[in-house]
Nanobody
Framework: QAQLVESGGGLVQAGGSLRLSCAAS????????RGWFRQAPGKEREFVAAVTESGGRADYADSVKGRFTISRENAKNTVYLQMSSLKPEDTAVYYC?????????????????WGQGTQVTVSS
């Protein structure tokens, strides 16, 4: 059964860094575009970043542009989110997703697969 498993979340001070990983198994995810979303308490799930199936193109939410970097390693079926200069407002559960259509990669409802989420907490 195809599944995505996130790791790398934790507690970090403002200004610090974390790297999230999302490992895929049970299916060939190299043909899927991959993305990261986040959801803070009481808020809707929001787009963070996405990368094409080849890794050649990336897209970022304005709120993380210049601070976060998404990348993928298809040989390991894994996508990464390097987060730097973290702010308390980055605190959320971070979810990875897989998409069939790049034009829909910012839309949570269009994801084909979801991971279970990993908590990121940034203290001030």
């Amino acid at each position: 059964q195809a599944q995505l498993v996130e790791s790398g979340g934790g507690l970090v001070q403002a200004g610090g860094s974390l790297r999230l990983s999302c490992a895929a198994s049970g299916s060939t995810f190299s043909n899927y575009h991959r993305g990261w979303f986040r959801q803070a308490p009481g808020k809707e799930r929001e787009f963070v970043a996405a990368v094409t199936e080849s890794g050649g193109r990336a897209d970022y939410a304005d709120s993380v542009k210049g601070r976060f970097t998404i990348s993928r390693e298809n040989a390991k079926n894994t996508v990464y989110l390097q987060m730097s200069s973290l702010k308390p407002e980055d605190t959320a559960v971070y979810y990875c997703a897989a998409f069939g259509r790049w034009t829909m990669a910012r839309t949570a409802a269009s994801a084909t697969y979801w991971g279970q989420g990993t908590q990121v907490t940034v203290s001030s």
